[in-house]
Structures are given as C-alpha cells and as structure tokens.
T-cell receptor
C-alpha cells in the first residue's frame, strides 16, 4: 500500500532563517506531488505541484521554492523565512490525473 | 483562479442529527471529492465521485455528483461526536493536474 511521510511535524523558526520541509511517498512510482499551505485551520492554498523529477509548477509568487530531486521526494524550501510564512503545510500525492489526492499529516510551522 | 463555493461555512448540531453541505461552481468538473480534516492532521478522503448523477455512500455518508457537473453535496446521517472536523469539497477539471478546494465547513457536534 502507498504511504506518505512528511516531516517534521512541528517547527519553530526565527524570521530570516532557512527552511526545508521534506515529503516522501512510498509504494508508488511517478506520482504527482503537491505542497499546500493552510492558514488558521481553513482553506487550502496550493503552493507548488510536480508531475515529474525536476518539474515544478508554482501557483503563488512568494518566499518559498520547491524541488523534486527524486521521483518520490518533494522538498519545500525558503532561504529566509518571513512571519507570514507561518502556517500548516501539507504535502499530497496522486497516482494519476483524476485520481484522489492523498495528504500527509502536515507540518505546523511557526515563524517567530 | 477557479473557485468552489462551499456552504454552509459552519454548523452546530446535536448528536443524532443529520447534516447536509454542498459545493457549487460556475464551471464543469470531471471529478468531485469530499475530505474531512481533524485538528492538526491532513485531510482524509471520504468519498470520490466520477460521473454526473453518481450517488455514493460510505457508511453514514452519502454524496452526489450533480447532473450539471457544477455541484455536489454531502450528507451525514445520525451524527456522532467523532464527526467533528472540517469538511472540504474538491473538484478537478478536464486537463488539469490540480484540485480546486472549497473553503471548508466546520462541523461541531454537541453530545
């Protein structure tokens, strides 16, 4: 069966520090991968998605970037965090177009 | 970008009551999905709908893909305290790799 791992579960970082959140999927190959951000427990904002290694589509211009160095690995990064980057970050995958999206358990990021 | 109008935004009900929520759009969707999110966790898929008019049940949950392909509803029968959470609808359009999400419906169930 397929599983998605996302870490860390919680993170507190000072303003201006770098960020790296990692997501890996097991039990499938060539998944579509997604990063979402959720503020205040409501509303899922799509940040990035990837349909293959090295292929990244950005949905919202911002202080973040994403990379996909391996087929089942998706990384969300920032060189310098802003207070507004605080939120709940969710990684998700799907096996093909029109199949359901499956989410990880999220990372709660607090920028202080 | 494309939006889904999800309503109501929140509901406060007594245990045992039924719940109905829906999502509408001005555009056609090929897939409708319903998710539930518990506090501090990622959304979990409840029901997936792939055909216009499709009516699907999962235990106490029933969802339908609107015949016009522009709407969907989710019903929860005989609610229980563990039904508490945020319910999201999501849709996918033809040719898109992305899901469009509603803003969520926060459900509170009083024992």
């Amino acid at each position: 069966s397929q599983t998605i791992h996302q870490w860390p579960a919680t993170l507190v970082q000072p303003v201006g520090s770098p960020l790296s959140l990692e997501c890996t999927v097991e039990g499938t190959s060539n998944p579509n991968l997604y990063w979402y951000r959720q503020a205040a427990g409501r509303g899922l904002q799509l940040l990035f998605y990837s349909v293959g290694i090295g292929q990244i589509s950005s949905e919202v211009p911002q202080n973040l970037s994403a990379s996909r160095p391996q087929d089942r690995q998706f990384i969300l990064s920032s060189k310098k965090l802003l207070l507004s980057d605080s939120g709940f970050y969710l990684c998700a995958w799907t096996s093909r177009r029109y199949s359901p999206l499956h989410f990880g358990n999220g990372t709660r990021l607090t920028v202080t | 970008g494309q939006q889904l109008n999800q309503s109501p935004q929140s509901m406060f009900i007594q245990e045992g009551e039924d719940v109905s929520m829906n999502c509408t759009s001005s555009s056609i969707f090929n897939t409708w999905l319903w998710y539930k999110q518990d506090p501090g966790e990622g959304p979990v898929l409840l029901i997936a709908l792939y055909k216009a008019g499709e009516l699907t049940s999962n235990g106490r949950l029933t969802a339908q893909f609107g015949i016009t392909r522009k709407d969907s509803f989710l019903n929860i029968s005989a609610s229980i305290p563990s039904d508490v959470g945020i319910y999201f609808c999501a849709g996918q359009q033809g040719g898109s790799e992305k899901l469009v999400f509603g803003k969520g419906m926060k459900l509170t169930v009083n024992p």
